[in-house]
C-alpha cells in the first residue's frame, strides 16, 4: 500500500515520495541549468544574461530581440518538454485517482506551456525565460513542502515552510507583479504604436498579449 501503517518507514508515503521528489529534481535541474556556463559563450552562464535583461526591464518588450544565446534556446525547449510532459501525465493520473489537485495541476502545467509557446511565437523569448525561471526557483521550497509531508519530516517540513515564505513574498507576490507585470503595462509602449499601425491587427492584439502574460 501507499501507505505504511507499521515497521520501519511507517510515516513514508512512498508513492508520493516519489513524485514530489520527480518534480523537485525537475525544478533544481531547470534552475541550475541558468548557472552553468554554456558552450560558445565563453564560459559566460544564461543567469548572466538574464541578469543583464533586469536591469532594464523593458527589454523584455522589444519589437525587435537578437536570438536567445546559446544556452537559453534548448532551456525553453526543455521548459516546454517538463511541462507539457506533467500535464499529461498529471491527466491520467487524475483518470486513475480521481483526486481534484491532479487536474489543478495539470492546468497549472499546461498554461505555463501556453505562455512560453505564446512568447516564442509572437517574438518574446526574454519574458518567457524569466517567467520560467521565476516559477521554477520559487517552486523548490513547496516541492521540498511536499517530501517533508510525504516522509513525515517535521524539521524538512519547517524549513521548507520558512523557504517558501520568504520565495514567495519576494518573487512571486512582490517581484512578479510590481515589476514583470507592471512592465507590461509600463514599458510597451512601442508595442502598442506597431500594432496600431499595422493594418492586419489594432489595440486589441495587444490587449490579448497582455492578457496572456497576465
Do not use: K
Not at 511507517?10 to 513524485?19: L, S
Not at 521528489?21 to 564560459?43: E, I, N, V
Not at 509531508?149 to 512582490?174: C, I
Request: aromatic share 10%; proline share 5%; net charge neutral.
Amino acid at each position: 500500500p501507499a501507505w505504511h501503517t507499521s515497521g520501519p518507514g511507517a510515516r513514508v508515503d512512498w508513492a508520493r515520495f516519489a513524485d514530489e521528489c520527480y518534480y523537485a529534481l525537475a525544478h533544481a535541474a531547470l534552475s541550475a541549468w541558468l548557472f552553468t556556463p554554456s558552450r560558445g559563450a565563453g564560459g559566460a552562464t544564461p543567469a548572466a544574461e538574464v541578469l543583464g535583461w533586469l536591469r532594464d526591464i523593458s527589454q523584455l518588450w522589444e519589437c525587435t530581440q537578437p536570438a536567445l544565446g546559446p544556452g537559453l534556446g534548448p532551456y525553453l525547449v526543455a521548459q516546454m518538454a517538463f511541462n507539457l510532459e506533467s500535464s499529461v501525465e498529471l491527466v491520467t493520473a487524475s483518470v486513475r485517482r480521481g483526486r481534484a489537485t491532479d487536474v489543478a495541476m495539470a492546468a497549472h502545467h499546461a498554461s505555463t506551456v501556453v505562455v512560453i509557446t505564446y512568447a516564442w511565437r509572437a517574438g518574446f523569448l526574454r519574458a518567457a525565460v524569466v517567467i520560467a525561471a521565476l516559477h521554477d526557483l520559487t517552486d523548490i521550497p513547496i516541492d521540498g513542502i511536499r517530501i517533508a509531508q510525504s516522509v513525515g519530516s517535521d524539521a524538512l517540513l519547517a524549513a521548507s515552510v520558512v523557504g517558501a515564505l520568504l520565495s514567495w513574498a519576494a518573487g512571486r507576490l512582490a517581484y512578479f507583479p510590481l515589476v514583470l507585470i507592471r512592465s507590461v503595462v509600463a514599458d510597451t509602449g512601442a508595442l502598442h504604436g506597431f500594432y496600431a499601425a499595422h493594418p492586419r491587427y489594432g489595440p486589441g492584439v495587444t490587449l490579448l498579449g497582455h492578457g496572456i502574460f497576465v
